[in-house]
């Protein structure tokens, strides 16, 4: 089963070196998309095909909790640091991104609540053991993963060429877009538009490394809530930020509306990450995310998120 798990591992490793995702786009980027588009399609095969071979073996594995119970002494083996404790799947993230993470009355795992925390708690109880939360910033939560204090990320994170350096993450769960948060009567229509605007965005986020990359002079807040206030009492012009945290923000706020710009703001992909080398947490929690993927779950989660009120 090792051998199987080493092999998987680099199917998908090569799956994820050939879809370089990159955060945003930019303005010399149409000649790139066309040879983009060509490698993604050839990725998203390999992850297929990576897919299909590992549902395959997982028939043929012993039983899935089977597999967790072995997790920590293979990740030992193979030298990644073995985390879990007592039972306990301990996920990283910073609760201010609704609807993927918020703080709430009656959470679902404790007070947090949102698509990633319904999500972090299926895949630790399909496999035996209980989902505990800690939240940090958002900045924070790649440290903390690889100094091995949080088993896992899960915090609407954007999987970026530059985080791969840093850790493994699992296959995607969610396609996002950087959008810009304007008020209703503004006259922005596309990201070009923001050049002579003051841009808001927040820390860390991928919306900075698009402005940044954009070549926008920007303010940074530590909060999506803060940036949001500023626009609403009228103290910046624009928020770039994901998609689905901006709907939130709009339907919260009067006065507000989301403005797309798909030439600028290429697609994300969120996912879950773990240490590098962690495989056999990873195998778990990519087995966890097909499955939720293929029978609607993560679908259902976001409707019913996206619908709630906070
Ligand atoms: N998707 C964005 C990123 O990865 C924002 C994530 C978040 O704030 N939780 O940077």
Excluded: H, W
Aim: aromatic content about 6%; proline content about 2%; charged content about 25%.
């Amino acid at each position: 089963m090792k051998k199987t798990a080493k092999v998987l591992a680099l199917l998908l490793s090569m799956a994820m070196t050939m879809s370089a995702l990159t955060a945003c786009g930019n303005d010399t980027a149409a000649t790139d998309t066309q040879a983009d588009a060509a490698a993604d399609t050839e990725a998203a095969d390999t992850q297929t095909d990576a897919a299909d071979t590992e549902a395959a073996d997982t028939q043929t594995d012993a039983a899935a909790d089977a597999e967790a119970a072995d997790a920590e002494t293979d990740a030992a083996d193979t030298g990644a640091v073995a985390t879990i404790q007592d039972g306990v799947l301990t996920f990283g993230t910073n609760p201010e991104f609704p609807p993927f993470e918020f703080v709430a009355a009656n959470g679902v795992i404790d007070q947090y609540d949102g698509i990633d925390m319904a999500i972090a708690k299926q895949i630790a109880e399909e496999n035996g053991m209980t989902a505990a939360i800690e939240s940090m910033e958002f900045d924070s939560l790649l440290i903390a993963l690889q100094n091995g204090q949080i088993d896992a990320v899960i915090a609407g994170m954007t999987v970026t060429d530059e985080r791969k350096e840093a850790v493994d993450f699992s296959v995607p769960y969610y396609t996002a877009t950087q959008v810009m948060i304007v008020k209703e009567d503004s006259d922005i229509a596309k990201a070009s538009d923001m050049a002579d605007k003051k841009i808001c965005v927040v820390q860390g986020y991928t919306g900075e490394t698009c402005v940044s990359d954009m070549g926008y002079d920007y303010e940074a807040f530590k909060k999506g809530t803060e940036a949001v206030l500023e626009l609403v009492n009228g103290k910046c012009d624009v928020v770039v930020i994901d998609s689905a945290t901006a709907q939130k923000y709009v339907d919260d706020n009067e006065g507000l509306k989301i403005v797309e710009d798909p030439d600028a703001f290429d697609s994300e992909e969120y996912a879950i990450a773990v240490q590098k080398g962690n495989t056999q947490l990873l195998d778990m929690i990519n087995s966890a995310i097909e499955a939720k993927l293929a029978d609607g779950t993560i679908s259902a989660l976001s409707a019913q998120y996206l619908d709630a009120e906070e």
